[in-house]
């Protein structure tokens, strides 16, 4: 088998990272060992995840997102902003007002850009959350996932689980800074309760307008942020009347706004940065042609 290069374009927002690739200049074939390869930290480049452009027949644009173990994500709140700039500034998006195709529904996106035509920042509808156990799923009983109960190592975790794109469970605490974010994210995200796994979201609340959050992603370990997680939270919160409507969000990388309309609709806007363009040399023809 003949080895070939990749072109990659990296990206941040709010301290997630990615790999992003052209899927209309390239035939990937195996997305799995690209994301392995690409996101490893040590013999990679090193990312949270990778995230691939392709044609959609129902939206302007779709994006695929992978993990970086390898595993297929519905969706990706950082990761859509930094996929929104990346189309825009590359050409393969014309318009600052689009849709974009993933496996979570179609999601609509609005780009503010600066005098040299640069994107600064990105809104996104995230549409609606999904408390509803079976879809999320959490094996429970119970209609809803809100202020439920589980024991992790004999301590007793009261915790709220919801559908955002993907599966999370938000645990509100009073000293973020004391929280054992790798051992009991880990732990939670494979326990028994979630057969699909879930992301996990440790939320320490400053204000009802502002709330710091650490997360540990499914399939990805932790991160220092997550779109999706913090729509979560914020969503969450609202239900138990802790936060407001608008909420400013830090994550441990950066900062993003989420915003929850009437019925729950959720609307998140943040900044994606650009790091750096290269080529990835001896990819397997297995992986790509």
């Known amino acids: 088998m003949k080895d070939l290069s990749l072109k990659f374009t990296k990206m941040i927002a709010a301290g997630n990272d990615f790999i992003i690739f052209d899927g209309f200049e390239y035939n990937i074939k195996d997305y799995k060992n690209l994301a392995i390869k690409a996101c490893d930290r040590h013999f990679g480049i090193g990312a949270d995840g990778i995230l691939?452009?392709?044609?959609?027949?129902?939206?302007?644009?779709?994006?695929?997102?992978?993990?970086?173990?390898?595993?297929?994500?519905?969706?990706?709140?950082?990761?859509?902003?930094?996929?929104?700039?990346?189309?825009?500034?590359?050409?393969?998006?014309?318009?600052?007002?689009?849709?974009?195709?993933t496996l979570?529904?179609?999601?609509?996106?609005?780009?503010?850009?600066?005098?040299?035509?640069?994107?600064?920042?990105?809104?996104?509808?995230?549409?609606?959350?999904?408390?509803?156990?079976?879809c999320i799923p959490v094996k429970l009983n119970k209609k809803n996932a809100i202020e439920e109960k589980m024991i992790i190592d004999g301590e007793e975790i009261v915790f709220s689980s919801v559908l955002v794109g993907v599966p999370h469970t938000v645990i509100f605490v009073d000293d973020i800074e004391s929280v054992d974010v790798n051992g009991l994210g880990s732990k939670i995200e494979n326990h028994h309760l979630f057969p699909k796994k879930t992301n996990v979201n440790f939320v320490k609340i400053i204000s009802r307008e502002e709330i710091k959050i650490c997360t540990w992603e499914r399939g990805a370990g932790r991160t220092?942020?997550?779109?999706?997680?913090?729509?979560?939270?914020?969503?969450?919160?609202?239900?138990?009347?802790?936060?407001?409507?608008?909420?400013h969000v830090r994550t441990e990388g950066g900062e993003l706004e989420v915003i929850v309309e009437k019925g729950y609709e959720i609307f998140m806007r943040g900044e994606a940065s650009r790091i750096c363009d290269g080529v990835i040399y001896n990819i397997d023809s297995s992986i790509v042609d």
């Open 224 to 247: 220092l942020g997550c779109g999706t997680g913090s729509c979560a939270s914020v969503v969450v919160g609202n239900v138990l009347d802790k936060l407001d409507r608008r909420v």
């Open 52 to 101: 691939i452009c392709k044609e959609s027949q129902k939206a302007d644009i779709k994006m695929l997102y992978y993990n970086s173990d390898g595993s297929q994500g519905e969706m990706c709140g950082n990761g859509i902003r930094c996929f929104s700039k990346y189309a825009y500034e590359k050409g393969l998006i014309n318009s600052r007002y689009f849709t974009v195709e």
């Open 104 to 134: 979570a529904g179609i999601k609509t996106v609005w780009l503010e850009v600066d005098e040299y035509d640069k994107v600064k920042a990105v809104k996104v509808n995230m549409g609606k959350p999904i408390f509803n156990t079976e």
